[in-house]
């Protein structure tokens, strides 16, 4: 099978020749600086040049053997579509939204968001040069989801607050914002994106719980799902932190697979049969760390448990040897 082939196979439920090894790009960013150094492209020149972009994609799917192309590097794209200030960081640190937009009293309407133009266009492009030169290859675009977005639009110490003082309000941003989102998810289909991977890293269990979890982000990730889903896509949902608090909850999530943090039992997870394919999640510590025997024992344990999307948990640190990444491949291989 080509990767692509293999894990939209895994993600459908189809027959498979073996597991899959992905990192989704976005929040879960896959770049190194070794691999940096060997295509002669870095941070922050890669997340405002496409081509930067593209080529930086393309040297770690080669250097890693992962299934995917992983674009792009960080999760500030759509928050500069809506005319969000961005510090595009260094070689080692990813970008961040300067300031909030929305003022404490959420008050007024953000403004439309253009995902034709600025870097959101620039993605674009380079999802749409990576379809066409590695067509065997599975092509991953991504969102922040709506909750986490909106928590980089405000302060986000609002937008907890808005849960028990002001809900209407904050229904009201999160509806807006995921219409938003889903126009965004189909352009990157329309460029060739065979996934569309979901990070909601601000909707975990310890800072929302089940209960606001179900009223204020399973419903608007369940519309992105929905709007975004199509016989040649799957969707991938990311959730950070510790799941216990919302297991339930996201048995009610209708992704194709769910992709946990380190600290989550995803064979225990696996083992009650979710309505989802379980994916993750090696710690980036341990990536990082060290040594590749130890990471293939980590993928093999996983892989005995059921587990058949192996990824990095959280995305990978940017001083990660690129060989404890090749270790992931490897141990799908043996």
């Given at each position: 099978?080509t990767?692509r082939?293999?894990?939209?196979?895994i993600?459908?439920?189809r027959?498979?020749?073996r597991p899959a090894?992905?990192?989704?790009?976005?929040?879960?960013?896959l770049?190194?600086?070794?691999?940096?150094?060997s295509a002669?492209?870095?941070?922050?020149?890669?997340?405002?040049?496409?081509?930067?972009?593209?080529?930086?994609?393309?040297?770690?799917?080669?250097?890693?053997g992962?299934?995917?192309?992983?674009?792009?590097?960080?999760?500030t794209?759509?928050?500069?579509?809506?005319?969000g200030?961005i510090?595009?960081?260094?070689?080692?640190?990813?970008?961040?939204?300067?300031?909030a937009?929305i003022?404490?009293?959420?008050?007024?309407?953000?403004?439309?968001?253009?995902?034709?133009?600025?870097?959101a266009?620039?993605?674009?492009?380079?999802?749409?040069?990576?379809?066409?030169?590695?067509?065997d290859?599975?092509?991953?675009?991504?969102?922040?989801?709506?909750?986490s977005?909106?928590?980089m639009?405000?302060?986000p110490?609002?937008?907890?607050?808005?849960?028990?003082?002001?809900?209407?309000?904050?229904?009201?941003?999160?509806?807006?914002i995921?219409?938003?989102?889903?126009?965004?998810?189909?352009?990157q289909?329309q460029?060739?994106?065979?996934?569309?991977?979901?990070?909601?890293p601000?909707?975990?269990?310890?800072i929302?719980?089940?209960?606001l979890?179900?009223?204020?982000?399973l419903?608007?990730?369940?519309f992105?799902?929905?709007?975004?889903?199509?016989?040649?896509?799957a969707?991938i949902?990311?959730?950070?932190?510790?799941i216990?608090?919302?297991?339930?909850?996201?048995?009610?999530?209708?992704?194709?697979?769910v992709?946990?943090?380190?600290?989550?039992?995803?064979?225990?997870?696996?083992?009650r049969n979710?309505?989802?394919?379980?994916?993750?999640?090696?710690?980036?510590f341990?990536?990082?760390?060290?040594p590749?025997e130890?990471?293939?024992?980590?993928?093999?344990?996983?892989?005995q448990?059921?587990?058949?999307?192996?990824?990095?948990?959280?995305?990978?640190?940017?001083?990660?040897?690129?060989?404890?990444?090749?270790?992931?491949?490897?141990?799908?291989?043996?």
């Amino acid at each position: 099978m080509t990767p692509r082939e293999r894990l939209l196979n895994i993600l459908h439920g189809r027959p498979f020749d073996r597991p899959a090894v992905l990192c989704p790009g976005g929040m879960m960013s896959l770049a190194v600086t070794e691999v940096m150094q060997s295509a002669g492209v870095s941070w922050p020149e890669a997340h405002r040049d496409e081509d930067a972009m593209l080529r930086l994609a393309l040297a770690m799917q080669e250097e890693t053997g992962f299934d995917n192309i992983a674009l792009p590097f960080c999760m500030t794209v759509e928050a500069e579509a809506y005319g969000g200030e961005i510090d595009l960081g260094s070689a080692t640190i990813q970008p961040r939204v300067r300031r909030a937009m929305i003022l404490p009293d959420g008050l007024g309407e953000l403004p439309k968001p253009n995902f034709r133009a600025g870097r959101a266009g620039k993605l674009l492009k380079a999802l749409r040069k990576a379809r066409h030169l590695r067509p065997d290859a599975a092509l991953v675009g991504n969102l922040v989801g709506p909750f986490s977005l909106l928590g980089m639009l405000a302060d986000p110490l609002q937008v907890l607050r808005w849960t028990r003082r002001n809900p209407d309000l904050l229904l009201r941003h999160l509806n807006i914002i995921s219409k938003d989102l889903a126009q965004f998810g189909g352009l990157q289909k329309q460029t060739g994106a065979d996934v569309i991977c979901i990070a909601e890293p601000t909707a975990t269990g310890e800072i929302l719980g089940g209960h606001l979890f179900r009223e204020f982000a399973l419903p608007y990730l369940n519309f992105l799902c929905s709007a975004l889903r199509s016989s040649n896509v799957a969707i991938i949902v990311h959730i950070c932190g510790d799941i216990s608090a919302i297991e339930k909850e996201l048995f009610d999530l209708s992704a194709d697979a769910v992709s946990f943090d380190s600290m989550a039992n995803i064979v225990a997870l696996a083992s009650r049969n979710p309505p989802w394919r379980v994916m993750g999640n090696l710690d980036a510590f341990l990536l990082k760390k060290g040594p590749p025997e130890a990471i293939r024992k980590r993928c093999h344990t996983l892989l005995q448990g059921g587990v058949r999307l192996l990824a990095p948990a959280c995305g990978v640190i940017p001083t990660t040897p690129a060989s404890h990444l090749k270790a992931m491949s490897e141990a799908t291989r043996l």
